[in-house]
């Protein structure tokens, strides 16, 4: 488009590195669009995340892991619906410090994810920018026709279950800035490189009666969904799963409870389950090797209380803030 | 997500100014995704242009034109696929100069060519970004499957047509910035406000053997098609159809027939059409009332040359700039 200044040798290298991602319905990258071809009676799930770099990522995080984040966090939101990765649409506005090493490694990143999900390049845009890297994606899954996972219709008595261990990332993002000790850099990596729970996920439309990935923070994510559901949620903090790593930054420091249940970026999931189908729920979560904890239930009402060990009513002032 | 740093509020007026562009598949933009359930036989057809304050548009321009166009460069996409639209997500990077006057004229923009071109909004993602304004949409059309308009398939002896008018958009930039005369603002509204050739371009799958929209300029453009499909093309520039005002513009200032020839954003149609489906297209073209206009021919070898009247080669040196 007229004014932009990226030189023309950029984006064949762009090109040169992209092509090989590319899905069958993406022509090679040649088209000006990419096809889905959805089985009979799939749905096609879109969802839309953008990372901009000083304010979601780091300017100095490895781009392989920025790739792989800026993917994982799409996935998560496909791994919340119950859908089936399928593939991805990718916007790029490149600064001119972003040199061609940096766009190698960020390939190298995307196909490594790619290899591990099963999805692949539809297509995107590259334009330059006089600001910041500014990083797009839309991602694409299929799901059986009307079988979701949405954030409405949790009901008073569900219970409340998240996935894995909550609070890493919000302390992983400490660490990286040096607040927090991370001797062997777990917390860090669970920041940068979420994992997407896509096995459970793709099983919970039949199980769960709402649920929702872990982006914003605990507290809130769960406030979000019983917004939509129009109910309340009660946690009790003590049953929250946290890891050791975790534990042991809340002993040193016990005021991290806050960062812990209200910082964002876990890409876990939280979800609420109708008590007939825990046992259903609990043989699903075995068979896919993943820890799945209740700590809570889900109440008339609205807002998310958050109780001690003894009832005591400990709900953080801060619980994330609205990115959406 | 953490270090963002929009108010609370923002993000609350986008929601209430956005949740009524809402598509049926969005949830009220409520969930983690939105859906896509496409009619039996369909494939999804997606495209995605990103775009950039200060360098695909200017910081004044009015906001609902900016909307307007963002929607409309994708619309062409589908356009130049033969896919009919259906919806689009939408992602923001807001810096804090984008106050909620702006964000209200630029939903009203949305909300005009939701109505003109029958799309909703699926979904999306907003950030705060310390840069410049960056938008990126992706949108999604429906096609009957395996019945789409590619840049392959051109072959030696097909004719060489385009849409509406060439050079309006490079010259209305100029216009803006002052350099070329634009008394009734026609060539002004042609850089803001394209036109995509959705009417005609449904019908082109059928009767064109390759085609694409005119983004980086008609040499340009015409030369990714050769590239695709394996031929070379030559085109006669007295045969390019111009607008009386780009006319003019040459009359006073000859050099301009490089940019003309040369510059992008037209988001005309260009296509190849085998010689025996030349009288289907123009009933076609006559039905949707939009002229098309045979420029030049498809022919074995590579690259696009452009004659004039008596033969001479004129091809520009500036053929216009890669951008994807």
């Known amino acids: 488009m007229p004014g932009d200044t990226r030189r023309l040798g950029e984006f064949e290298l762009i090109h040169e590195l992209f092509a090989p991602l590319a899905a069958p319905g993406a022509f090679g990258l040649t088209d000006d669009a990419a096809i889905i071809s959805p089985p009979a009676g799939s749905d096609v799930v879109v969802t839309k995340d953008m990372m901009v770099s000083g304010v979601?990522?780091?300017?100095?995080?490895?781009?392989?892991?920025?790739?792989?984040?800026?993917?994982?966090?799409?996935?998560?939101?496909?791994?919340?619906?119950?859908a089936i990765p399928h593939g991805y649409a990718l916007g790029l506005s490149l600064p001119h410090q972003i040199d061609d090493a940096w766009l190698r490694a960020f390939a190298a990143g995307l196909a490594a994810d790619q290899r591990e999900f099963g999805i692949a390049l539809l297509g995107g845009d590259t334009t330059s920018t006089p600001g910041p890297l500014t990083l797009s994606l839309t991602a694409f899954g299929l799901a059986r026709a009307g079988r979701l996972l949405r954030r409405s219709g949790a009901r008073p008595g569900d219970v409340v279950f998240v996935t894995g261990t909550i609070g890493d990332a919000a302390l992983g993002l400490r660490a990286l800035r040096g607040e927090v000790d991370d001797p062997d850099g777990f917390l860090a990596s669970r920041y940068r490189l979420p994992l997407p729970r896509l096995a459970l996920g793709a099983t919970l439309p039949?199980?769960?009666?709402?649920?929702?990935?872990?982006?914003?923070?605990?507290?809130?994510?769960?406030?979000?969904?019983?917004?939509?559901?129009?109910?309340?949620?009660?946690?009790?903090?003590?049953?929250?799963?946290?890891?050791?790593?975790?534990?042991?930054?809340?002993?040193?420091?016990p005021a991290l409870i806050e960062a812990v249940l209200g910082g964002g970026d876990d890409y876990e999931l939280v979800f609420s389950v109708p008590p007939a189908n825990i046992g259903e729920l609990e043989r699903h979560a075995s068979g896919v090797d993943l820890a799945v904890t209740r700590i809570g239930s889900i109440e008339a009402g609205e807002g998310v209380r958050v109780i001690d060990g003894t009832g005591r009513d400990i709900t953080p002032r801060t619980t994330g803030f609205r990115h959406r």
């Open 206 to 253: 039949d199980i769960a009666s709402a649920g929702l990935d872990v982006s914003d923070g605990l507290v809130a994510d769960l406030g979000h969904l019983c917004a939509v559901s129009g109910v309340g949620a009660v946690i009790d903090a003590t049953l929250v799963p946290m890891s050791s790593q975790v534990l042991r930054a809340l002993d040193r420091e």
């Open 56 to 82: 979601h990522f780091l300017p100095t995080d490895p781009p392989d892991l920025v790739a792989r984040k800026l993917l994982r966090v799409n996935l998560s939101d496909l791994a919340a619906m119950g």
